[in-house]
């Protein structure tokens, strides 16, 4: 499967497993208003770009992204600005070691997340939050 299509008639579809295909572009799913859980593991996702579309996928809860090929800081601005998005698998991807701080920002920038490959406890929030605003000296003071 190369790509995302006749989707059209499942509008009650809550979940959906697209994992190990060969996809590039995430697309055609905007009009699943009753999507929560989306897996795009192993696939062949890139960059922002590619996953670009799950912006308009307001009532997505939890993705999984593992052993794609993302990266670029593009990738934290598309995934973050998903509204609903709480639990994000993203191991295997070249953006989590890559982009400095990555989990961090992730975390920064989604208020609604708390599952980044594992767990995200109240006082990594606040750590972070902390490092946020006053870098490493502040995150070593909570």
Not at 102 to 131: G, N, Q
Request: charged letters at 25%; glycine letters at 4%.
């Amino acid at each position: 499967l190369t790509k995302i299509e006749n989707l059209h008639g499942l509008n009650s579809l809550v979940q959906l497993d697209l994992s190990e295909n060969a996809i590039r572009m995430v697309e055609g799913l905007s009009h699943l208003k009753q999507l929560t859980t989306l897996n795009l593991s192993k696939n062949a996702l890139r960059d922002a770009d590619s996953i670009n579309h799950l912006r308009e996928c307001v009532t997505l809860t939890s993705i999984d992204l593992t052993k794609n090929d993302l990266a670029g800081d593009g990738v934290i601005e598309c995934l973050t600005s998903i509204p609903k998005l709480s639990s994000l698998n993203m191991a295997g991807n070249p953006v989590v070691s890559k982009v400095p701080y990555f989990r961090k920002k992730m975390i920064v920038a989604s208020k609604t997340l708390r599952y980044l490959d594992r767990p995200v406890f109240e006082a990594e929030r606040a750590a972070t939050e902390a490092w946020a605003t006053g870098g490493l000296e502040s995150e070593r003071e909570m």
